[in-house]
């Protein structure tokens, strides 16, 4: 389920080294999976991780319900008590910091970026090793959380709450690593609380992928409610 979240800087550490410890392990974990690596700098890098996960293990949890409370949309609906309007055209969208992919703060992101093109949404992206399926292609199941993403991201241009309700997806061909890739999302009609988003997806001007999705509208307050916002 996708949904807007947290723009919060954690009270574990600032979103600035957060960052950079999550560009880092994005790094390393590119590394590992397009080289080859010999059998002592593996164990090394065992040891070492692994007492630095310990040290980042003894810190309390990330309470994910608080910290998208007090940022981003949510927070200013909860301020202001009205949902914010559409982002401008041309600006970007900060979708979610802490997503598997698109979001700056998560070590395991996909680097995706949004902003607003006229009525639509688009994202570019370019895939590394680490989202490898076949040979040189990415994971099908990769292509597939960039799409509903992408459409989440429709959300903001909009000046919408809505979830992922279903997705369908048509692969038409390869989406290669390397290269940048583009999606665009656009809403195609609505009914009453259930949107219609349509997404494409395109490489060097080769479409990949067409998909058609449903979003459900939410009631901001009702979220935040159950939230214990």
């Known amino acids: 389920m996708t949904q807007a979240a947290d723009h919060q800087q954690g009270a574990e550490g600032s979103d600035e080294a957060a960052e950079r410890a999550a560009a880092a392990v994005r790094r390393l974990g590119h590394a590992l999976a397009g080289h080859q690596v010999p059998d002592d700098v593996l164990l090394r890098l065992a040891d070492v991780v692994g007492a630095l996960a310990a040290e980042v293990e003894a810190g309390g949890p990330r309470d994910g319900h608080a910290a998208m409370a007090v940022g981003g949309r949510l927070a200013e609906f909860k301020r202001t008590g009205r949902w914010p309007g559409p982002v401008a055209d041309g600006s970007a969208i900060d979708f979610d910091r802490r997503s598997v992919v698109g979001g700056h703060l998560n070590p395991f992101a996909m680097g995706a970026r949004y902003e607003r093109r006229g009525d639509e949404v688009r994202c570019l992206v370019t895939l590394g090793l680490a989202f490898e399926g076949p040979p040189g292609r990415a994971h099908g199941g990769v292509v597939a959380a960039l799409i509903d993403e992408t459409m989440g991201a429709l959300m903001p241009v909009l000046g919408l709450m809505a979830?992922?309700?279903?997705?369908?997806?048509?692969?038409?061909?390869?989406?290669?690593?390397?290269?940048?890739?583009?999606?665009?999302?656009?809403?195609?009609?609505?009914?009453?609380?259930?949107?219609?988003?349509?997404?494409e997806g395109t490489a060097a001007g080769v479409v990949f992928t067409r998909a058609e999705g449903i979003f459900v509208e939410q009631d901001p307050a009702r979220i935040l409610t159950a939230m214990g916002g």
């Not at 061909?173 to 009453?192: N, Y």
């Open 163 to 199: 979830f992922t309700g279903r997705l369908a997806i048509d692969l038409l061909a390869a989406a290669p690593l390397g290269v940048e890739l583009e999606f665009r999302a656009w809403l195609a009609s609505r009914e009453g609380r259930r949107l219609h988003v349509g997404c």
